[in-house]
């Protein structure tokens, strides 16, 4: 699949892998991430996402470890302005992002468009664990 960008005076995102499930994204310049803060940091880049699929900013294994965390929140196929990745610092250490640095993984995925609805359908009932019996 292919997924244009479009142009915000960034980095594009790229794979180190040709098999890998996210794309790295990259800081446009620095930010310091206290513990704590919320930071929303510009990537540069827009995306074209088909419908059926939403984009996601992925935190990095690495980054994780040390309390550097992506938020998920979805970039819906609608949306063509510039991608933001929204990192939180859950970690003790103020962290320094530099221009250039890894900061996220791209990840494309499908997603179900559902039609809620309040029509008649059989109750389950609120039962959780066990309340089916042995």
Not at 67 to 96: F, M, Q, W
């Amino acid at each position: 699949m292919k997924i244009q960008l479009i142009d915000f005076g960034g980095k594009s995102p790229e794979r180190a892998h040709a098999n890998d499930a996210g794309a790295d994204v990259f800081s446009p310049g620095y930010f310091t991430v206290v513990p704590g803060q919320v930071s929303k940091i510009p990537l540069g880049f827009g995306l074209r996402i088909p419908d059926g699929y939403a984009g996601y900013i992925f935190p990095r294994s690495g980054l994780s470890a040390k309390g550097i965390v992506c938020e998920l929140p979805p970039i819906d196929s609608g949306y063509t302005g510039e991608v933001h990745a929204i990192i939180s610092n859950v970690g003790r250490e103020k962290y320094e992002i530099k221009a250039g640095d890894k900061i996220g993984q791209l990840v494309i995925m499908p997603v179900l468009i559902p039609d809620f609805t309040f029509e008649e359908w059989k109750e389950r009932g609120t039962g959780a664990f066990g309340s089916t019996g042995r």
